[in-house]
């Protein structure tokens, strides 16, 4: 199994970044993907995930209306969209895969928790300057 996370940078504040993330070694359609970061010194958080066959797509709240994900099937892999990047938004940001036994209530339940991912992408670094 693997995740393997891109497109971090340095961008001024304001700019866009799009993230992504390339799955392989497992069924993907069967995962859920979500996105996390950890800025320095503080804890990981969750950030956006986009769930299994219908797509639906939930958010932190310190990133909705800014940021977007998406996923396509047929390329195995999921986006993360960046809009209005703010300095507190720099992170390294990671992708994690779940399949919360096949459960949308487990899903809705955990989807904002690390606990409920099982693989994880190395994560890529997002520097936004002011």
């Known amino acids: 199994v693997q995740l393997q996370a891109s497109g971090g940078g340095l961008v001024q504040a304001g700019g866009s970044l799009r993230l992504s993330c390339a799955a392989s070694?497992?069924?993907?359609?069967?995962?859920?993907i979500g996105w996390f970061r950890q800025a320095p010194g503080k804890e990981r958080e969750f950030v956006a995930v986009i769930s299994w066959s219908d797509g639906s797509t939930h958010y932190g709240e310190l990133v909705k209306g800014r940021f977007t994900i998406s996923r396509d099937n047929a390329k195995r892999t999921v986006y993360l969209q960046m809009n209005n990047l703010k300095p507190e938004d720099t992170a390294v940001y990671y992708c994690?895969?779940?399949?919360?036994?096949?459960?949308?209530?487990?899903?809705?339940?955990?989807?904002?928790?690390?606990?409920?991912?099982?693989?994880w992408g190395q994560g890529t670094l997002v520097t936004v300057s002011s």
């Open positions: 994690a895969s779940g399949s919360f036994g096949g459960s949308y209530y487990a899903f809705h339940q955990l989807r904002g928790f690390q606990r409920g991912y099982e693989y």
């Open positions: 070694g497992f069924f993907f359609d069967d995962y859920v």
